[in-house]
């Protein structure tokens, strides 16, 4: 069987670094910055309880964690520097409990790397913890992999790269407990690890893993646009489209914006619902017009010595022109008959 070493499980997390870039907390991740890391870390050990996890979180930064050190915390922003070297592939941290940390950021399993090395590397007929490790990157056994008749038996020995014009790629391959390198050929897989993705068409791993993720988020994105379009026609519809009022001769009223302006009808002005109580009223030897103190409570307009009485302070709707106190005077002088307006009511 073969030893699983670190080198193995740092080149895994950063494999599974590329996968969840695009995830949940493709936010946290992308650009993987010391104040992202900073705050991707805050946000997983809210609600972490693994020993394992919080062991290396204390072997990391040398105190518990603990939400009351929330500013403590926010003082160590630089020890996620070289993390993020690390996950970008720039640089490997001298510090072993940096990487366990950044395989806890990117929710890489098995962890720490005891377990990993212990575990081995995952086979198509056991379960997959992980729901976020795309199908296409599960291993096959060693015994289904196609070989050449002419293939030595050394099954653990690496052979070195041979550039004879055939097309091939060398990747990356992720499984759950692994992480080996693969070459995939036309006729099939050469083994260069344990084991191998059992690709006979010679197609790229990542062409397969990136082809999977660009059909997902396209779905994905059609969704989201879809549902954010009909939300807008919602909100367009309740609040946009009527929000406008017009004067109706004696009082404001709400109406479509988008209403079509008749000849002999009131401009559609933006909604005010200051103005909705707003009224033209009628004065007549019986209105009361002011307080006991003496101050007005009705407003007027005058337009060829025309007088037109309103309920509160403004503009004429019609004309525009600023509204002025009622005086004894205006009232006196341009007052209706009550008893007259009565009769005409009874008419």
């Excluded at 499984?175 to 068409?201: L, P």
């Amino acid at each position: 069987m073969r030893n699983n070493t670190f080198e193995d499980y740092k080149k895994a997390i950063q494999a599974k670094y590329e996968v969840e870039k695009e995830g949940v907390y493709f936010n946290f991740l992308s650009p993987p910055s010391q104040a992202n890391l900073r705050n991707l870390c805050w946000e997983i050990f809210n609600s972490n309880t693994n020993s394992d996890d919080l062991k290396t979180f204390h072997s990391f930064f040398d105190f518990e964690f603990d939400l009351e050190k929330r500013n403590h915390f926010k003082e160590q922003t630089d020890r996620f520097r070289p993390i993020g070297s690390f996950l970008k592939g720039e640089k490997v941290p001298s510090n072993r409990f940096a990487v366990e940390l950044a395989a806890i950021l990117v929710d890489f399993q098995p962890r720490p790397y005891k377990k990993y090395k212990e575990r081995g590397i995952i086979g198509l007929d056991q379960s997959v913890k992980n729901p976020n490790i795309p199908e296409v990157f599960l291993m096959k056994p060693l015994e289904e992999i196609p070989k050449n008749e002419s293939e030595e038996e050394e099954d653990y020995k690496e052979e070195p790269e041979q550039d004879n014009g055939s097309p091939s790629d060398k990747l990356m391959a992720i499984a759950a407990f692994g992480a080996i390198d693969v070459k995939i050929e036309d006729e099939g897989v050469v083994k260069q690890g344990v084991t191998g993705v059992v690709m006979s068409n010679g197609i790229s791993l990542k062409s397969r893993l990136f082809d999977k993720l660009f059909k997902r988020s396209k779905s994905t994105m059609l969704a989201v646009t879809l549902i954010f379009c009909l939300i807008a026609l919602v909100i367009y519809l309740a609040f946009i489209k009527k929000d406008c009022m017009q004067w109706t001769g004696d009082h404001y009223e709400i109406v479509d914006c988008t209403s079509e302006i008749s000849r002999d009808s009131n401009d559609i002005i933006p909604l005010d619902k200051n103005l909705l109580d707003f009224r033209k009223i009628e004065v007549c030897d019986t209105t009361t017009c002011f307080k006991k103190n003496g101050d007005p409570i009705v407003w007027y307009s005058k337009n060829n010595n025309q007088v037109e009485f309103f309920n509160k302070d403004g503009k004429n709707p019609i004309n525009d022109k600023r509204l002025r106190r009622i005086t004894a005077h205006i009232f006196t002088k341009y007052k209706g008959s009550c008893v007259q307006k009565k009769s005409e009511t009874a008419n």
